[in-house]
């Protein structure tokens, strides 16, 4: 059974920054690219980034461009996010989602295949 478990959520004032890491067990994430997406009360669920096997290329919303960065550890099976210049309206749940088979759009949650279950991100003013 695959498993995602996020962690490195918390409450951070704005301008801080946060580190989120997604850790994968059941498979592994050969071939797999990456996503991270995020929810925020009264919000759909939106993209947020997403990272190739490789490492190769990443890609990012418009939104949090020049503040986020995307990394993974195929050895440890693990994804990372970094947070920086955080700003309230980062507030959210963040999940990471695994895609195993990488072709095409990568914008929406259907393009995934398995979740974790979110971890909190609160930006204080």
């Known amino acids: 059974q695959v498993q995602l478990v996020e962690s490195g959520g918390g409450v951070v004032q704005a301008g801080g920054s946060l580190r989120l890491s997604c850790a994968v067990s059941g498979r592994t994430l050969r071939n797999c690219a990456m996503g991270w997406f995020r929810q925020a009360p009264g919000k759909e669920r939106e993209f947020v980034a997403r990272i190739s096997w490789g490492a190769a290329t990443a890609y990012f919303a418009d939104s949090v461009k020049g503040r986020f960065t995307i990394s993974r550890d195929n050895a440890k099976n693990t994804v990372y996010l970094q947070m920086n210049s955080l700003k309230p309206e980062d507030t959210a749940v963040y999940y990471c989602?695994?895609?195993?088979?990488?072709?095409?759009?990568?914008?929406?949650?259907?393009?995934?295949?398995?979740w974790g279950q979110g971890t909190q991100v609160t930006v204080s003013s």
């Open positions: 989602a695994a895609d195993v088979v990488p072709y095409g759009s990568y914008l929406y949650g259907s393009d995934y295949d398995y």
